[in-house]
């Protein structure tokens, strides 16, 4: 008897312990990726492309290009790797998302659906740069009088002067938007 009560008292506690444990470890793993990503959606395994849109047809497409600098906002780098994820359009799914890399003089380019906002803001392009040294997170800000970035942006780029601020450009349903970063 003394057995089968030691071995039912066995069994509770690893189911509470199983238990406890499929409980806490996402939010463990989450509170460790928090710190290495401050935006929602991102996702490490986004497929490699630069056509981001649902249709070739879209009517709110946004096209995005830019230079990716070193830090010293001058020298332009090749082969970074650019993840870029967003709201789907009409959505609370971040299901646009892209990994591409830049060309020989530093240069990316992808074309978008025009995001979804969450409530209470305006829609926004998540990005993530890096390099083999270096990792850099920012957004690009998006809304009818243009295109914006933060003061977060802002402090960790200064370095490229002029080049900083992105130029946003309406033609024929397509917004074009020139949006350098340094990491």
Same mark, same amino acid.
């Given at each position: 008897?003394?057995?089968?009560?030691?071995?039912?008292?066995?069994?509770?506690?690893?189911?509470?312990?199983?238990?406890?444990?499929?409980?806490?470890?996402?939010?463990?793993?989450?509170?460790?990726?928090?710190?290495?990503?401050?935006?929602?959606?991102?996702?490490?395994?986004?497929?490699?492309?630069?056509?981001?849109?649902?249709?070739?047809?879209?009517?709110?497409?946004?096209?995005?290009?830019?230079?990716? !600098?070193?830090?010293?906002?001058?020298?332009?780098?090749?082969?970074?790797?650019?993840?870029?994820?967003?709201?789907?359009?009409?959505?609370?799914?971040?299901?646009?998302?892209?990994?591409?890399?830049?060309?020989?003089?530093?240069? !990316?380019?992808?074309?978008?659906?025009?995001?979804?906002?969450?409530?209470?803001?305006?829609?926004?392009?998540?990005?993530?740069?890096?390099?083999?040294?270096?990792?850099?997170?920012?957004?690009?800000?998006?809304?009818?009088?243009?295109?914006?970035?933060?003061?977060?942006?802002?402090?960790?780029?200064?370095?490229?002067?002029?080049?900083?601020?992105?130029?946003?450009?309406?033609?024929?349903?397509?917004?074009?938007?020139?949006?350098?970063?340094?990491?």
């Amino acid at each position: 008897m003394k057995n089968s009560t030691s071995r039912r008292l066995f069994m509770r506690n690893s189911a509470f312990a199983i238990t406890g444990l499929a409980v806490l470890t996402p939010t463990l793993t989450n509170a460790f990726n928090f710190s290495e990503n401050p935006y929602l959606g991102y996702n490490p395994y986004a497929e490699d492309k630069n056509d981001l849109r649902t249709g070739i047809f879209s009517d709110n497409s946004v096209a995005v290009k830019g230079i990716i !600098y070193e830090n010293d906002g001058a020298t332009p780098i090749r082969n970074a790797v650019v993840e870029v994820w967003h709201l789907s359009p009409n959505s609370s799914k971040y299901r646009h998302r892209a990994k591409l890399q830049t060309d020989e003089q530093g240069e !990316y380019e992808f074309i978008t659906d025009f995001p979804n906002r969450e409530e209470g803001k305006n829609a926004r392009i998540y990005f993530k740069i890096s390099n083999f040294e270096k990792i850099n997170f920012t957004e690009l800000i998006l809304n009818n009088a243009g295109a914006h970035i933060t003061c977060e942006h802002w402090k960790k780029n200064q370095q490229l002067g002029e080049k900083l601020f992105p130029k946003k450009e309406n033609f024929l349903g397509y917004s074009n938007i020139q949006f350098n970063i340094s990491i």
